[in-house]
Antibody, heavy 121, light 107 residues
């Protein structure tokens, strides 16, 4: 069974930084693509970004609202992906979900339970 | 960017009825990279369908997905009380990955 667990959420002031972590198990992490999706209070789901596996080039891609401020990285030795968030804005307040997917599971997306990030003064 | 438009915005039905939810894409989507989710208040999205028609682990067979190209459908054959929730479609073939705005299924 694939399990995805996020951590690192909390309260941060506008302009501040925060790093989220996401550990995945039950999957060969080195083969997995990892992604982040967020949901602001009372709103729909918004894709944040994605990092491919090393075999697929370990390339990253980001949504326009976070490009240049957020960075996704991975440490396959720890089966962990990170979301570094800089220059945070109040509109970044959301629950952040981590997702794993791989061709081994026919690109099925397995989600974590989310971690809340609140950007407020 | 591929825009996903879900309809209707709200579906008012009774337990035991059939629900048909639509998701239309602004350009063709490889169905391998499409999914449907259910979300209840305070909970993470729950994967129902991926690859347009494949049920995720543990999903009851009253949920089914179909479609290809620009038109995808989620059908709930007989609504159970626990099925009243918000449903989202998603494409992840092209960046940015996008979601529909959601369909609320209410009693």
């Amino acid at each position: 069974e694939v399990q995805v667990v996020e951590s690192g959420g909390g309260l941060v002031k506008p302009g501040g930084s925060l790093r989220l972590s996401c550990a995945a198990s039950g999957v060969t992490f080195s083969n997995a693509w990892m992604s982040w999706v967020r949901q602001a209070p009372g709103k729909g789901l918004e894709w944040v970004g994605r990092i491919k596996s090393y075999a697929d080039g370990v390339t990253t891609d980001y949504a326009a609202p976070v490009k240049g401020r957020f960075t996704i990285s991975r440490d396959d030795s720890k089966s962990t992906v990170y979301l570094q968030m800089n220059s945070l804005k109040t509109e970044d307040t959301a629950v952040y979900y981590c997702i794993t997917l791989s061709r081994v599971f026919d690109w099925r997306m397995d989600w974590g339970q989310g971690t809340l990030v609140t950007v407020s003064s | 960017e591929i825009v996903l438009t879900q309809s209707p915005g709200t579906l008012s039905l009774s337990p035991g009825e059939r629900a048909t939810l639509s998701c239309r894409a602004s350009q063709s989507v490889d169905s391998t990279y499409s999914a449907w989710y259910q979300q209840k208040p305070g909970q993470a999205p729950r994967l129902l369908i991926y690859g347009a028609s494949r049920r995720a682990t543990g999903i009851p067979d009253r949920f089914s997905g179909s479609g290809s190209g620009t038109d995808f459908t989620l059908t709930i054959s007989r609504l159970e009380p626990e099925d009243f929730a918000v449903y989202y479609c998603q494409q992840y073939v092209t960046s940015p990955w996008t979601f529909g705005q959601g369909t609320k299924v209410e009693i």
